[in-house]
Each structure stands twice: as C-alpha cells, then as structure tokens.
C-alpha cells in the first residue's frame, strides 16, 4: 500500500477508461438535455427502446429496433475494424469514408453489369467493395511509405476526391432519373431477405451482418494470431526497432493502409445492397468514417471492443428516431458520441483522476484518521 | 473564355475563397504554436450557427445585425475551440482524435440548438446576410476596379487586413517568435522561459476566433440560413490552402483564393469551350488532388513548424 502512486496500472485499466469516458458521455448528454427543458428519464428510456425493443413505459415490445439496431452498427464496425487496423500499425486512417464510398461504387458497378445467380453475384459485389477499399487504402500507404506524406491530411483529401469520383461516376456513367439513385440492383445482388425483415417486424434487417461477423474475425485472426499481424504491431509500437529486426516496414505500411481499406470498402458494399438497393450519389460524407474512428477508440482498437462499441454507437443512431417522436432532437446521440470520444481522447486525465480518487481511497483505507491530506 | 469573364468571376471568387483564408490563418496559429487543428471544419459550423442565429434574432432590431453576428460567430469559435486546447494541451489528448471529437460534436449540437431555438433543422432564414460595398474613387479604376472594388462583401477586405496582421503578429513581433518556437521546439522555447502552455492556448484560441468569423462571414454572404451542409468541407479546404500555402500567411491567401477560382470554374466550366466537357465534380475535386501533389512535391523538406501535432511533454528533450 505505501509504494502506490500515480500513473499506476492495474489489470482491468485498459476496461476502466472506455467504460469512464461513455458514463461521463452520457452524463453530458443528459445534462445537455436537462439544460434544454427536457427530460432524460425519456432520453433513457427511447434509448432502452433501441437496445432491446422493449417500452418499459407502455410494456410493449418491437423486434423491429433490434433490427434497426444491428443495421446502424454494422457498417460502423466496418469502418472502425478499418481505422483500427490502420491504428495497430501506427497508422491514423482517417480515409474509411473515401474508402467507404469508393467500396460502395464498386459494388455499384458489379450489382449493375454483372449477371449472375445470388450465390457468385453477391460475393462479386462484397469482393469488389473490398478490392476498391484496398485500392484507394494503398494510395496513402504508398505515398507514407514512399514519400513519409503524413497520412492524416492525404486521407481526409482523399475522402472528398472519392466523394466527388462517386457523384461524377453514379451521374455520368450510369446515370440516374433523380440525381440521386441509379436504376435498381438485380435481386441477385442484394443482401435483403423478406424473411429477416418478417422476424423483426419489418426492419431493414439483412444478411449483411454475416460478412461483418466474419471481418471482426478475421481481424482478431490476423492481428493476435498471425506472424504477419506481430509483424504490424511491431512497426506500430516502434518502426525503427521493427526496422532493425528485419521487418519490412514500408511494405507493411502499404499492406495495412490495404486491409484496412478493405474493411471500410466492404462497408461500402454491405450499405449499398443490404440497407439500399442502388448506388446513390451523397451530397455530403455521411460520417460513417468519423462514427468508426469512434467506436474504435471506444473499443481501444480491440475484435471485441470494437463490436461492443459499434453495439454502443448504433443504438446511439437508432434510438434518434424514438427520441425525436418523444420531443428531444436525435442530434443528441451526436453529442453524446462526440462526448464519449473527447472523454477517450482524454485518457490522460481520466487516468489521473482514477488514480487519484483511488490513492485517496487506499490511504483512508489504511489510515482513515488522515483521510483529509491523502488527495495531495 | 473572354476577358469580361474573367471580370465576372472575380467577385464571386473572392467571396468563396474569403472565408477559406480566415479559417487557414486560424490553422497557421494553431499549427505555428504546434496544435494540429482539424477541428476548423466544426468550429466553422459554430460559428456559421452562431452567425446566423444572432442575425436572425437581431435582424428587425438593427441594420448593424449581421455584423453583430459575425462577432457572435468569432466568439463562439473561440469558446468551442477552449475545447480542443484544453484537451489537448493540459489533458495531453491527441490532437486528431480531440479535432474529431469537436467536429461530431458541432454537427450534433448545432442542429440540436436549432431544434430547441427555432424548432426545425436549420436556423430560420435570414433576409439579408451582408451586404455588398462598393469603394468609391477606387471602384472607378479601369480593370482593377471592376475586379476588386464593386459590388464586394466587405469580408473579403477583412480577411486581406487579416492576412497582413498574420504576418506582422507571426513574423514580426516577439509573440510571434516565441508562438513558432513552440511549434518548433518546444522543449528548447521552455528552457528559454517561455510558457508552452499559454502561448500554444493563444494559438489554438486565435485559431477559434478566425475558424469562427470564416463560418459566420460564409454563412452571412454564401447562405441564407445555417443549415447542417452550410459549411460543406470548406474548413478542410482551409486545412488544404495551409498545407499548400505553406504555413506561411501570403502563401495562404493565394491558396485559398486558388481554391475559391476552382470552385467558382465550376460554375462557369460551361461558357468555356476547353472545360465545358470536363464533368462539374472534377472542379469540386481539384483542391484535394492539388493538396495530394503538393504534399508530395513538398515531402521531404522542413515545410510545416516541426513539432505540429507533438504533445508537449515537459520531461521530453
């Protein structure tokens, strides 16, 4: 007890921060909406709505937002599987929306010129999402690796070229009756099933959340278990020590800019033939980058974590509509994300203060007499 | 293209690429003091909002309303940006990640003020933004006049006096030595005396000022009300004009003016015979390919302050 001191770990730490910074982001939240004149209590309850269906005030139940639910969360895990991969390797990839976007357009592409029966139509469509990804990961790879072009400002460049190469693409290639969609997909290439809408009371609910399970998989694989996997965390914890060891480093840059892009390209995929039915031009990014670098943070760029989180943030989106029919703004659930984020991002401090209140606790513990002068 | 072309253009131009330099100058102060701030994009939004609402509010009041609102809007802009200095400064946060979480934050709260305030999604519309001045005698010049002197919104002069104070206050004046000696190295400006602390807090505070006055100048002269996509990217077009304009406040008012002649091309690309058949969206790229090349031609040399985006640690040497 005497040799405790600041900046001292325990095992569950690691748990300690996340689980701090969302309590305090919802604490913001509701006292955001305190301050505003409404009341939390119906904040709470839209939100336990979302999560398990369940309307603890009328005693109903709906599968439906379950279903809404799970839609919200999977491309959100998708992207933050994206940064988080990117981020084990030192990288700070904030490119899942370009990334996104151009997964999105290829499969756009394919649902729309290939022919094919459901069974090789539907794994084209996520294979190119993910080859598209890739393609557009690597460019900031390869010009980090090549040129040390810091990845951050490249990457949020790139998040609006793509933005731009999928409008021009979706109303000049294939053109569009509203100057938003593109024809229909054949029902060959969509991730939909009348079946899984009819359990959960017509939700948007399809067979996209399989190929997600299976990425949170592979990730954990690669990353944990691979020699490959050592190898990028190795160049994550210290280059130039990886570097001395013999490991290519500017290769595996370039690689882990690829499979991270993969992930948010097969995000693109999975909205665009599961939550949709045909390629869309956007007038503006739809955060899903910015919504998986929070959950990853959130999850602390671990397999579990990042589901978990993505669970967390995707009720988050879908209790919006249930807060807003119930009078608070669904922007509340940005507010209490950005909270959440900014609370994670200050880690330092929520350490310092957990030790803190901890060494206060220990020393009145052991001396409750001096309790008073034990915060010092 | 004819020359009378190139004449209309101008105004239009300059209004776009107003904004764009303010916001990039607040950058410059934030990155010369070493705080990478990517959070210009949502302090842009607050103090579009800002803005916005206090010109609406004002407006049947006093004629001087929309210039109360841009003050609003800087104000705000350095409230919001508090954040991110705390945060990142005293707390040690990452300044990308602290840049992130202000940018979602903006986006939600705006909206949600606006539902509180005016109970819809966006500030109710305002009937006049700023409005547009001509100089006299100047206007009266042959060319420059036509270009430079009529019918302009007077944040376009604002955001020129801007750029001339930059300069003196970064490159003349000892705050400003001592501002990029923290941006360089800041163990080094600390064994020399200087408060890391305070003068990175100046620059990511002056950083909320001009990101601030650029959403409300943007929203007062391009908009008639805020709305979620007012800001639409501009704050990272400003990230772009500092990285091509080189941390350096001349070269930041040629970006972003560049960037604001991309953008109005696009409306003109038509009556152009060599770019009437390129697609409107590659005019809407051109700045971010034009920041990748730029950040390639530049790799390698010492362009950006040295120590942007380094956590200031004490103990560190």
């Known amino acids: 007890m005497a040799n405790k001191k600041l900046g001292d770990t325990r095992k569950g730490d690691a748990l300690l921060v996340p689980v701090v910074a969302v309590l305090l982001g919802f604490a913001v939240g509701s006292v955001v909406v305190m301050i505003t004149g409404k009341s939390p209590l119906v904040m709470f309850n839209a939100m336990l709505q979302g999560l398990t269906g369940l309307n603890v005030a009328r005693g109903s139940f709906n599968p439906r937002y379950i279903g809404e639910l799970v839609i919200q969360a999977m491309p959100i895990i998708l992207t933050a599987l994206c940064f988080g991969f990117a981020a084990r390797t030192g990288l700070f990839n904030i490119g899942a929306e370009g990334q996104l976007m151009v997964g999105s357009l290829a499969a756009t592409t394919v649902a729309l010129l290939v022919r094919a029966p459901a069974f090789i139509h539907i794994p084209l469509v996520l294979g190119a999402g993910m080859v598209a990804g890739a393609l557009w990961g690597a460019i900031p790879g390869y010009l980090k690796a090549r040129f040390n072009v810091h990845e951050v400002v490249v990457t949020i460049m790139l998040n609006y070229v793509a933005l731009h190469m999928n409008n021009l693409m979706i109303l000049n290639v294939f053109g569009s009756v509203d100057r938003v969609k593109t024809a229909q997909f054949p029902q060959s290439a969509l991730l939909k099933d009348p079946w899984l809408e009819s359990i959960t009371n017509g939700s948007r609910l399809n067979w996209g959340f399989v190929p997600v399970l299976i990425a949170i998989v592979v990730y954990w694989f690669v990353i944990e278990k691979t020699t490959f996997g050592y190898g990028l965390r190795a160049v994550g914890y210290n280059k130039d020590a990886a570097k001395y060891a013999g490991m290519k480093v500017n290769r595996n840059i370039v690689l882990s800019m690829m499979i991270a892009g993969a992930f948010a390209g097969l995000a693109g995929a999975v909205i665009t033939t599961g939550t949709f039915s045909f390629g869309r031009a956007l007038s503006a990014a739809e955060g899903y980058g910015f919504d998986g670098m929070a959950v990853a943070l959130v999850g602390s760029n671990q397999a579990v974590g990042i589901l978990l989180a993505g669970l967390l943030f995707g009720m988050l989106k879908a209790a919006g509509p249930l807060m807003q029919s119930n009078g608070i703004p669904k922007e509340i659930g940005g507010i209490i994300q950005a909270s959440i984020v900014l609370f994670v991002a200050m880690k330092y401090g929520l350490e310092r203060l957990i030790s803190v209140l901890r060494l206060r606790r220990d020393k009145a513990s052991a001396l409750p007499v001096t309790g008073e002068e034990a915060g010092v | ?317």
């Open chain 2, 1 to 317: 293209m004819n020359f009378g072309m190139i004449l209309e253009m101008f105004p239009i131009a300059l209004m776009f690429g107003a904004p764009i330099v303010m916001a990039a100058l607040g950058g410059l102060f934030s990155e010369r003091s070493g705080v990478t701030n990517i959070a210009l994009e949502g302090i842009m939004m607050i103090g579009a909002f800002a803005g916005a609402s206090v010109t609406v509010v004002l407006e049947p009041i006093t004629a001087m309303a929309p210039w109360l609102g841009l003050l609003t809007g800087v104000a705000a802009g350095m409230l919001f940006s508090l954040l991110h200095a705390f945060t990142s400064i005293h707390l040690k946060a990452d300044q990308i990640i602290s840049g992130t979480a202000l940018n979602i934050l903006a986006g939600g709260l705006t909206i949600y003020l606006c539902q509180i305030l005016f109970h819809q999604q966006r500030t109710r519309a305002f009937s006049y933004g700023l409005r547009k001045v001509t100089v006299p005698l100047l206007s009266k010049i042959p060319v420059i006049g036509p270009m430079l002197f009529y019918e302009m919104y007077p944040t376009f002069y604002v955001a020129i006096v801007l750029v001339v104070v930059t300069w003196f206050v970064v490159f003349k004046t000892p705050f400003g030595l001592r501002l990029r000696s923290c941006g360089e190295h800041p163990q080094a400006a600390a064994s020399m005396g200087i408060n890391v602390y305070s003068m990175r807090y100046a620059g990511v505070i002056a950083s909320g000022a001009l990101a601030g006055l650029a959403g409300a100048t943007m929203v007062l002269t391009q908009d008639i009300q805020y709305t979620v996509t007012s800001i639409h990217g501009t704050g990272f077009i400003a990230l772009a004009s500092l990285v091509f304009g080189k941390w350096n406040p001349w070269g930041v008012l040629g970006a972003g003016m560049f960037f604001g002649f991309s953008q109005t091309l696009s409306y003109y690309a038509k009556d152009i015979k060599i770019l009437a058949s390129l697609p409107l969206e590659v005019f809407y790229a051109l700045p971010y390919v034009l920041t990748i090349a730029a950040l390639v031609v530049f790799a390698g040399k010492s362009v950006g302050p040295k120590a942007n985006g380094e956590i200031y640690d004490q103990g560190k040497r």
